[in-house]
């Protein structure tokens, strides 16, 4: 089943002189459960697509269609409740707020999407359990260490039970033994619950784990490699 496609989708930064074309006529495809890399050097559109296929940025031109929809055009309120709902996100710098428990920040996505306040515990310690980071729950997330904190993003990234968890540079920040264990956790989720894992990085270990990976070059697909 098709969970995703991107029909030749551009998208242009800056004006006139300092025009710049991050991607240029992109076509992509990616289904349900899959795990996909996406590769390529620095500058060579990567996060451009991601954000893209994440409904974070929007194309100059081209389609996006998520389960059998055309989200292209579709109001940002909206855009935001399929986010809410069906994504996960976890990146290389985390994003957390650091001053707050470690509850508070993966509880975040059911707040915003109203879930009442006792729901939001019990989701967020069994989501904190499959981590493996339970017994944190009330420390701050400054105090923990970066392998810790990269965990609390994925049960913030899966507290939701999102159909895709996109992932920018998960291990980027880790050394290779704590990115190994984020990597199998987001795996096991890939696995064990049909979420398509959507990742891009430089690290070719973590592309060759992925079921498919896609090499950009100057805004483009270069190459397919399953
Ligand atoms: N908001 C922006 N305004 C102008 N140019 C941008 C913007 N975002 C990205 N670009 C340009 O688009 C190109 C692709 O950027 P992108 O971040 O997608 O690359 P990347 O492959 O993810 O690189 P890296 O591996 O370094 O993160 C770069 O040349 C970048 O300078």
């Known amino acids: ?23 240029n006529d992109v076509s992509l495809t990616i289904e349900k459960g ?12 990567k ?20 389960d059998g929809k055309d989200v292209t055009q579709i109001k940002e309120k909206q855009l935001n409740h399929v986010r809410n709902q069906q994504f996960g996100f ?26 009442p306040a006792k729901r939001r515990k019990e989701l967020a310690m069994k989501a904190l ?16 260490s970066g392998g810790q904190k990269q965990r609390v993003c994925v049960a913030r990234a899966i507290i939701n039970q999102p159909q895709v968890i996109f992932a920018d540079e998960p291990t980027g920040n880790l050394d290779s033994t704590t990115g190994e264990r984020i990597e199998n956790l987001l795996f096991d989720l890939n696995q064990s619950q049909g979420i ?20 950009m070059r100057d805004g483009k697909i270069i190459e397919e490699v399953k």
Do not use: W, Y
Not at 48 to 66: F, Q, S, V
Not at 129 to 144: F, G, I, M
């Open 1 to 23: 089943m098709t969970l995703m496609e991107v029909k030749n989708v551009q998208r242009v930064f800056g004006k006139g002189e300092s025009e710049f074309i991050a991607l």
């Open 34 to 45: 899959e795990s996909v890399a996406i590769i390529g050097k620095s500058g060579s559109g």
């Open 47 to 66: 996060s451009t697509l991601m954000h893209i296929l994440a409904l974070l940025d929007r194309p100059t031109k081209g389609e996006i269609i998520l």
């Open 90 to 115: 976890v990146f290389q710098q985390f994003f957390m707020n650091a001053k707050d428990s470690v509850l508070d920040n993966v509880t975040l996505p059911l707040k915003i999407s109203g879930v």
């Open 129 to 144: 359990q499959q981590v493996d980071l339970a017994e944190k729950a009330k420390s701050k997330a400054n105090d923990l």
């Open 196 to 215: 398509t894992l959507i990742i891009v990085t430089h690290d070719e270990d973590l592309a060759a784990r992925c079921d498919r990976k896609i090499r």
